[in-house]
């Protein structure tokens, strides 16, 4: 064991750091720089990280990368649907402590507005890392209202950046990578791990992003449609184009005019698939399908965990469903 005295300054300034934001909690910190010098403390128990992802793609990285060292929970529960998910009070004290945050702002308000409150976690935001670009879903009836209110031009403010970068596997490297140089700066002691858990989940995330290359790269068709427009990094990446029945908020209701547009984008592009996903009621998408004579199908958002397998199995799956979809070779 290393004496207290020798070490790096930064490694102090981890522990005391891990210590400020555990004060009044029982210590479940990275805790090998101060076990005793006597070797009392040998077990692996109290030396994970504690990590609060904000929602179910970001669960999935810090595990892969953080394996046995990390105790990862989500922020938003399994099978709620994570857009304006509201933290109860319970959820903002396991914030407070935790070694470390990672989300995106923007995405989910109340998370944003709890970080704001919170002081004892290493906070990691990823909208930059991942490149959040603007994406319209189904254009919004602005035209046809007199003048924003100013509570909806900062709702617009809000929703101008798409945060679904989770669905595209070269946007979610580049979140890997930026998880575990956060992980190695905690946890110095186990950067190898962490390097070597990152070189695997890449590996699996180029694998994902060679099938969805060569999957879609000859099909008949190159439009789809989704329930909500969660995959407009997908459709970038592979260069197809969505089009959705309730843009980027799963939550809002289409209006006749957005309805009558995405009906006419079916029938022009001889769509036969109209999309659904599991957390969000399918009424419109199958009334939508019904009056044009496509089928319904589901295609995984993955915003939340999926029933059986993991990120790169929905991904997988997705990946069928669109070469169905559009009859590729
Ligand atoms: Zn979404």
Known sequence: MVPMNILSP??????????????????????????????????????????????YPIQYLT?????????VTSVTPTNVEPHDYELAPKDVTAL???????????????????????????????????DLVHHDGVAHDHDEDTEDTEEEAD?????????????????????AQAIETALAQADPDHAAD??????????????LDADYSNGLAQCERTTFVTAHSAFGYLADRYGLTQASVSGLDPE????????AAVKKIVEETGTTTIFTEELVSPKTAEALAAETGATTAVLNPIESAPASGDYAGAMTTNLEELRTALSCE
């Open 63 to 71: 595990e892969a990368v953080g394996g046995d060292h990390v105790d």
């Open 155 to 175: 709702h617009d403010a809000a929703e101008s950046t798409d945060p679904h970068f989770w669905l595209d596997p070269v946007r979610m490297q580049a979140a």
């Open 252 to 259: 809002s209701e289409p209006s006749p005019s957005e309805l």
């Open 194 to 207: 962490y390097e070597a858990n990152l070189a695997t989940l890449t590996d699996t995330l180029e694998g």
């Open 96 to 130: 407070s402590a935790t070694n470390l945050v990672v989300y995106v702002a923007g995405f989910q308000p109340s998370l944003d507005d709890a970080l704001a409150e919170v002081s004892g976690p290493t906070v990691l935001e990823l909208s930059a890392t991942v």
């Open 10 to 55: 930064a490694r102090r300034g981890i522990a005391a750091a891990a210590a400020l934001s555990l004060a009044g909690v029982s210590l479940a910190a990275c805790s090998t720089d101060s076990t005793p010098a006597d070797g009392t403390n040998t077990g692996q128990t109290g030396e994970t990280l504690s990590v609060a992802a904000s929602f």
